[in-house]
């Protein structure tokens, strides 16, 4: 497989160049657009369309149905057996139809392998941390802190770690998508009333945000190593699939046996889990990791337009207001600022 150089949005400043390997072809790539011939432009198009930031966006709209199928759960089932059941049998597939999983720990540096496991357990981390959280504190202030903080922390982690270099651009973005978030998850709370915050609750939230930018910072760094997003996120997954197994044992699994509860189960499994990491880890292939977190902030602004239409739920003009914000950083991040740089 020949290597090509990957092209990162200018929303973060990548200080080293980076090569991936060709997954999917072994042709020679041409050293200049312009090799590629007539047919190159309309390539490069059909490519950028399905890479970046779409697959991202994508996998956070996935997400966003996470509390609506949840909600639908039997009144047995508790949030850490749902989060739990759907990181299990989610990872398990993403591991069993992961192309190189099984062989990765064996191709990877001693480093790499380390990373790995750092990263199977900040994927297992987050549903430990965050469902006891919506328990402590509750679903808005939970997803506004975890949510929130896990673009700050993924920017801090790859910039103490000399991986990439916040710019202004991702800063404005970051800012106003997260004002964004809290004002659209806050909104019924300020309208009506303080939100209850309870500090054990707060500090798992944020241990939450603090696992998903430590596994996502991870995973992107493997990948652009030149590793298969898929074996990488199914090696993350799968073992993080087995360390939560205990969880689901010890919180129950007999509300799986109803029609209902196995529903629920395969649409987090499968939608939530398995599809939407596959997309997000493809993503990452083109898109830093610092973007990224702050891109799957459009994920609490799906699930409050699927909790008006289909549960039937009512936002205050803050709520809107607060979507229309995270709409604009959203767009800021998305949208190229100019011609994407190729490094050397």
Not at 33 to 53: F, I, Q, T, Y
Not at 128 to 140: E, H, I, K, R, S
Not at 205 to 229: C, E, K, M
Not at 284 to 289: D, E, F, V
Request: aromatic residues 6%; glycine residues 12%; hydrophobic residues 50%.
């Amino acid at each position: 497989m020949r290597p090509f150089t990957e092209t990162v949005p200018d929303a973060f400043d990548i200080r080293k160049s980076t090569t991936v390997r060709n997954q999917t072809s072994s042709s020679p790539t041409p050293s200049h657009p312009a090799d590629a011939g007539p047919e190159k432009p309309r390539a490069a198009r059909r490519a950028g369309a399905l890479s970046g930031p779409l697959p991202i966006l994508v996998a956070a709209v996935l997400w966003g149905t996470t509390g609506t199928a949840s909600s639908l759960a039997p009144a047995g089932a508790s949030a850490a057996a749902i989060g739990a059941a759907g990181m299990a049998l989610g990872g398990l597939l993403l591991f069993l139809t992961s192309p190189g999983a099984r062989s990765l720990p064996a191709r990877c540096t001693g480093p790499e392998r380390r990373a790995l496991v750092l990263g199977a357990l900040a994927v297992a981390g987050y549903p430990l941390t965050f469902y006891p959280a919506v328990a402590q504190t509750g679903v808005a202030v939970t997803t506004v802190i975890a949510l929130g903080s896990a673009p700050v922390f993924t920017g801090l982690l790859a910039w103490l770690t000399r991986q990439a270099r916040p710019t202004t651009r991702w800063v404005f973005a970051t800012l106003a998508a997260v004002l964004g978030c809290a004002l659209l998850v806050l909104g019924p709370h300020l309208t009506g009333g303080a939100a209850r915050v309870d500090s054990l609750g707060a500090v798992l939230a944020a241990l939450a945000g603090l696992s998903y930018a430590a596994y996502s910072l991870i995973g992107g760094r493997l990948i652009t190593r030149g590793h298969s997003s898929d074996a990488v996120m199914g090696t993350m997954f799968g073992a993080a699939a087995l360390l939560v197994l205990p969880v689901l044992v010890f919180a129950g699994t007999g509300w799986l046996a109803t029609a209902r509860g196995a529903a629920v189960a395969l649409h987090l499994a499968f939608f939530t889990t398995f599809l939407a990491y596959r997309l997000f880890g493809h993503g990452l292939r083109h898109t830093s990791a610092s973007a990224a977190t702050t891109l799957t902030l459009a994920e609490p602004a799906v699930a409050a337009v699927l909790g008006v239409v289909v549960l039937g739920e009512r936002l205050p003009a803050v709520s809107w207001g607060g979507m229309a914000v995270l709409g604009l950083g959203l767009a800021v991040l998305t949208v190229p600022a100019g011609p994407f740089r190729r490094r050397r």
